[in-house]
Protein backbone atom coordinates (compact mmCIF):
# COMPACT_ATOMS: atom_id res chain seq x y z
CA UNK A 1 0.00 0.00 0.00
CA UNK A 2 0.70 3.80 -0.16
CA UNK A 3 2.38 5.60 2.52
CA UNK A 4 0.73 8.70 3.80
CA UNK A 5 2.46 11.90 3.05
CA UNK A 6 1.74 15.58 4.75
CA UNK A 7 1.29 18.38 3.46
CA UNK A 8 2.00 21.69 6.04
CA UNK A 9 1.23 25.72 5.13
CA UNK A 10 3.49 27.73 6.82
CA UNK A 11 2.59 31.52 6.68
CA UNK A 12 5.28 34.41 6.83
CA UNK A 13 6.24 35.38 10.79
CA UNK A 14 3.41 37.80 11.66
CA UNK A 15 2.28 40.49 12.89
CA UNK A 16 -0.19 40.60 9.83
CA UNK A 17 -0.78 44.72 9.66
CA UNK A 18 -1.12 46.00 6.18
CA UNK A 19 2.21 47.19 4.77
CA UNK A 20 1.15 47.45 1.31
CA UNK A 21 2.45 44.10 -0.67
CA UNK A 22 1.08 40.90 -0.43
CA UNK A 23 1.88 38.38 2.76
CA UNK A 24 2.82 35.20 1.25
CA UNK A 25 3.43 31.40 2.43
CA UNK A 26 5.37 28.27 1.67
CA UNK A 27 3.93 24.71 1.57
CA UNK A 28 6.09 21.19 1.42
CA UNK A 29 5.16 17.73 1.76
CA UNK A 30 6.86 15.37 3.81
CA UNK A 31 6.63 11.34 3.97
CA UNK A 32 8.32 7.93 4.33
CA UNK A 33 11.18 7.06 2.12
CA UNK A 34 12.76 10.60 2.09
CA UNK A 35 9.53 12.48 0.13
CA UNK A 36 10.39 16.00 1.01
CA UNK A 37 9.82 18.61 -1.69
CA UNK A 38 7.75 22.31 -1.71
CA UNK A 39 4.19 22.56 -3.08
CA UNK A 40 2.57 25.12 -5.17
CA UNK A 41 0.74 27.79 -3.06
CA UNK A 42 -2.83 28.70 -3.79
CA UNK A 43 -4.28 31.79 -2.37
CA UNK A 44 -7.96 33.07 -2.03
CA UNK A 45 -9.72 35.85 -0.32
CA UNK A 46 -7.55 39.26 -0.40
CA UNK A 47 -4.00 38.53 0.69
CA UNK A 48 -2.92 42.35 0.90
CA UNK A 49 -5.48 44.69 2.10
CA UNK A 50 -7.54 44.58 5.34
CA UNK A 51 -10.93 42.72 4.15
CA UNK A 52 -12.31 40.33 7.15
CA UNK A 53 -11.35 37.95 10.09
CA UNK A 54 -9.23 35.40 8.18
CA UNK A 55 -9.48 37.11 4.79
CA UNK A 56 -6.15 35.76 3.45
CA UNK A 57 -6.60 31.70 2.55
CA UNK A 58 -3.23 29.99 1.22
CA UNK A 59 -3.88 25.88 0.36
CA UNK A 60 -1.63 23.88 -1.33
CA UNK A 61 -2.13 20.21 -2.52
CA UNK A 62 0.29 17.37 -2.87
CA UNK A 63 -1.54 15.20 -5.43
CA UNK A 64 0.35 11.45 -4.45
CA UNK A 65 2.57 9.73 -5.96
CA UNK A 66 3.46 6.16 -6.74
CA UNK A 67 4.44 5.59 -3.12
CA UNK A 68 2.54 8.29 -1.19
CA UNK A 69 -1.33 9.25 -1.03
CA UNK A 70 -2.22 12.87 -1.33
CA UNK A 71 -2.05 15.55 1.32
CA UNK A 72 -3.54 19.18 1.34
CA UNK A 73 -3.61 22.05 3.91
CA UNK A 74 -4.88 25.50 4.08
CA UNK A 75 -3.96 28.30 6.49
CA UNK A 76 -5.81 31.75 6.72
CA UNK A 77 -4.96 34.95 8.01
CA UNK A 78 -6.51 37.66 9.47
CA UNK A 79 -4.90 41.23 7.62
CA UNK A 80 -5.36 44.48 10.48
CA UNK A 81 -5.24 48.13 9.55
CA UNK A 82 -1.68 50.07 9.88
CA UNK A 83 -1.29 52.91 11.63
CA UNK A 84 -1.52 55.97 9.88
CA UNK A 85 0.26 59.71 10.95
CA UNK A 86 -1.24 63.23 10.62
CA UNK A 87 1.09 66.23 10.63
CA UNK A 88 -0.50 69.84 11.04
CA UNK A 89 2.36 72.00 9.95
CA UNK A 90 2.40 76.02 11.10
CA UNK A 91 4.16 79.25 11.22
CA UNK A 92 3.61 82.44 13.50
CA UNK A 93 2.50 85.16 11.72
CA UNK A 94 2.17 89.10 11.97
CA UNK A 95 -1.54 90.64 10.97
CA UNK A 96 -1.25 92.27 7.70
CA UNK A 97 -5.28 91.71 6.99
CA UNK A 98 -4.13 88.29 5.16
CA UNK A 99 -6.04 84.90 6.10
CA UNK A 100 -3.07 82.91 8.27
CA UNK A 101 -3.46 79.01 8.40
CA UNK A 102 -1.02 75.72 8.33
CA UNK A 103 -1.22 72.53 6.42
CA UNK A 104 -1.89 68.54 7.28
CA UNK A 105 -1.05 65.70 5.76
CA UNK A 106 -1.17 61.99 6.72
CA UNK A 107 1.27 59.28 5.58
CA UNK A 108 1.14 55.67 5.91
CA UNK A 109 2.74 52.80 5.10
CA UNK A 110 1.58 51.47 1.17
CA UNK A 111 2.17 54.73 -0.11
CA UNK A 112 -0.63 56.77 1.92
CA UNK A 113 0.48 60.72 1.70
CA UNK A 114 -2.32 63.16 0.92
CA UNK A 115 -3.76 66.71 2.32
CA UNK A 116 -6.03 66.86 5.11
CA UNK A 117 -8.28 69.41 5.19
CA UNK A 118 -7.56 71.54 8.40
CA UNK A 119 -10.23 73.15 11.03
CA UNK A 120 -9.03 76.26 12.67
CA UNK A 121 -10.02 77.81 16.29
CA UNK A 122 -8.94 80.56 18.76
CA UNK A 123 -7.39 79.11 21.99
CA UNK A 124 -10.07 81.54 23.25
CA UNK A 125 -13.05 80.07 21.56
CA UNK A 126 -15.84 82.69 22.49
CA UNK A 127 -13.50 84.84 19.85
CA UNK A 128 -12.72 82.44 17.69
CA UNK A 129 -14.86 79.69 17.42
CA UNK A 130 -13.83 76.67 15.50
CA UNK A 131 -13.75 77.08 11.69
CA UNK A 132 -12.38 75.77 8.29
CA UNK A 133 -11.49 79.25 7.48
CA UNK A 134 -8.01 80.41 8.37
CA UNK A 135 -8.00 83.24 10.56
CA UNK A 136 -7.26 86.85 9.42
CA UNK A 137 -7.10 88.67 13.19
CA UNK A 138 -4.45 89.24 15.44
CA UNK A 139 -4.60 86.46 18.22
CA UNK A 140 -3.79 82.75 19.74
CA UNK A 141 -4.87 79.91 17.68
CA UNK A 142 -4.75 76.26 17.15
CA UNK A 143 -5.21 74.24 13.66
CA UNK A 144 -6.81 70.74 14.08
CA UNK A 145 -6.75 68.14 11.29
CA UNK A 146 -8.19 64.53 11.73
CA UNK A 147 -7.59 61.88 9.44
CA UNK A 148 -10.88 59.56 9.86
CA UNK A 149 -8.72 56.20 8.26
CA UNK A 150 -9.67 54.05 5.23
CA UNK A 151 -9.54 50.40 5.00
CA UNK A 152 -6.09 49.92 5.80
CA UNK A 153 -5.25 52.65 8.06
CA UNK A 154 -6.17 53.56 11.74
CA UNK A 155 -7.78 57.25 12.09
CA UNK A 156 -5.05 59.86 13.39
CA UNK A 157 -4.75 63.40 13.90
CA UNK A 158 -2.53 66.47 14.77
CA UNK A 159 -3.02 69.63 16.41
CA UNK A 160 -0.65 72.75 16.55
CA UNK A 161 -0.59 76.07 18.25
CA UNK A 162 0.27 79.64 16.46
CA UNK A 163 -0.56 83.12 16.53
CA UNK A 164 -1.08 86.35 14.92
CA UNK A 165 0.31 89.07 16.34
CA UNK A 166 -0.35 93.00 16.52
CA UNK A 167 1.38 94.77 13.54
CA UNK A 168 2.71 97.94 14.35
CA UNK A 169 0.54 101.17 13.90
CA UNK A 170 2.17 104.43 12.35
CA UNK A 171 1.01 107.65 14.20
CA UNK A 172 2.82 110.99 12.05
CA UNK A 173 1.65 114.49 13.34
CA UNK A 174 3.03 117.42 10.49
CA UNK A 175 3.26 120.81 11.45
CA UNK A 176 4.12 124.08 9.44
CA UNK A 177 7.17 125.28 10.28
CA UNK A 178 6.06 128.64 11.67
CA UNK A 179 2.53 130.78 11.95
CA UNK A 180 2.09 134.30 12.91
CA UNK A 181 0.55 135.36 16.25
CA UNK A 182 -3.12 136.40 15.77
CA UNK A 183 -4.42 136.06 18.93
CA UNK A 184 -6.82 133.23 18.69
CA UNK A 185 -5.27 129.34 19.81
CA UNK A 186 -3.13 127.92 16.35
CA UNK A 187 -4.43 124.66 14.99
CA UNK A 188 -2.00 124.13 11.64
CA UNK A 189 -1.35 120.80 12.23
CA UNK A 190 -2.52 117.28 11.21
CA UNK A 191 -2.00 113.61 12.42
CA UNK A 192 -2.29 110.43 10.61
CA UNK A 193 -2.38 106.31 12.08
CA UNK A 194 -1.55 104.00 9.51
CA UNK A 195 -1.28 100.19 9.56
CA UNK A 196 -1.25 97.20 7.83
CA UNK A 197 -4.31 95.64 6.68
CA UNK A 198 -5.93 99.48 5.65
CA UNK A 199 -5.65 101.34 8.58
CA UNK A 200 -5.76 104.72 7.73
CA UNK A 201 -7.24 107.61 10.21
CA UNK A 202 -6.89 111.30 10.09
CA UNK A 203 -7.20 112.55 13.71
CA UNK A 204 -7.17 115.74 15.43
CA UNK A 205 -3.74 116.90 17.14
CA UNK A 206 -3.65 117.90 20.54
CA UNK A 207 -1.81 121.13 21.02
CA UNK A 208 -0.15 122.62 23.91
CA UNK A 209 0.93 126.43 24.26
CA UNK A 210 -0.55 127.55 21.14
CA UNK A 211 -2.03 130.98 21.43
CA UNK A 212 1.17 133.15 22.39
CA UNK A 213 4.15 133.85 20.72
CA UNK A 214 6.66 131.30 21.59
CA UNK A 215 6.97 127.08 21.00
CA UNK A 216 3.98 125.32 20.38
CA UNK A 217 3.35 121.61 19.92
CA UNK A 218 0.84 119.21 18.57
CA UNK A 219 0.66 115.28 19.14
CA UNK A 220 -1.62 112.49 18.97
CA UNK A 221 -1.07 108.96 20.63
CA UNK A 222 -3.18 105.98 18.86
CA UNK A 223 -3.99 103.57 21.91
CA UNK A 224 -4.02 100.83 19.27
CA UNK A 225 -6.74 98.19 18.46
CA UNK A 226 -6.99 94.35 18.25
CA UNK A 227 -4.44 94.27 15.43
CA UNK A 228 -2.05 96.70 15.74
CA UNK A 229 -0.42 97.66 18.46
CA UNK A 230 0.00 101.37 19.56
CA UNK A 231 2.19 104.54 18.36
CA UNK A 232 2.62 108.29 19.17
CA UNK A 233 4.24 111.24 17.67
CA UNK A 234 4.57 114.96 18.61
CA UNK A 235 5.77 117.72 16.46
CA UNK A 236 6.99 121.51 17.39
CA UNK A 237 5.93 124.70 15.20
CA UNK A 238 6.95 128.52 16.44
CA UNK A 239 4.15 131.09 16.79
CA UNK A 240 6.00 134.13 15.77
CA UNK A 241 5.51 137.59 16.69
CA UNK A 242 2.62 139.51 14.38
CA UNK A 243 3.49 142.88 13.52
CA UNK A 244 1.76 146.10 15.36
CA UNK A 245 1.01 149.11 13.26
CA UNK A 246 1.64 152.80 15.28
CA UNK A 247 0.43 155.97 13.63
CA UNK A 248 0.78 159.50 14.68
CA UNK A 249 -2.14 161.51 13.58
CA UNK A 250 -1.92 165.98 13.64
CA UNK A 251 -3.67 168.47 11.95
CA UNK A 252 -2.24 170.70 9.24
CA UNK A 253 -1.35 173.26 11.59
CA UNK A 254 -2.76 175.39 14.96
CA UNK A 255 -2.56 178.70 16.01
CA UNK A 256 0.09 180.15 18.15
CA UNK A 257 -1.17 180.31 21.93
CA UNK A 258 1.79 180.82 23.73
CA UNK A 259 1.76 177.30 25.22
CA UNK A 260 3.31 173.67 24.00
CA UNK A 261 0.99 172.44 21.50
CA UNK A 262 -0.42 168.76 21.32
CA UNK A 263 -2.48 168.56 18.97
CA UNK A 264 -1.84 165.21 17.83
CA UNK A 265 -2.73 161.38 18.85
CA UNK A 266 -1.13 157.99 18.26
CA UNK A 267 -2.46 154.38 18.45
CA UNK A 268 -1.15 150.91 18.08
CA UNK A 269 -2.72 148.30 16.32
Known sequence: DKASSTTVVTFET????YRGTAFT????VTGAGGLSAPVAVVYTGDCTNVTVANGCTATATF??????????????????????TTVVTVSDAVYDGNPHGGTAVVTGVGGLNQAVPVKYVGRN????????TAPTAAGEYIAQ????GDANHTTSNDAKNFSITLAPSITAVSCPTSVVYNGAAQTPCSA???????LSLTPTPIYAD??????ASASYSYAGDTNHSGS????NFAISLAPSITTVSCPASVVYNGAAQTPCSATVT
Open 192 to 198: TVTGAGG
Open 210 to 215: NINAGT
Open 145 to 148: ARYP
Open 14 to 17: GPYT
Open 25 to 28: ATAA
Open 232 to 235: SDSK
Open 63 to 84: AGDSNHTGSSDAKSITITQASS
Open 125 to 132: TTIYPASN
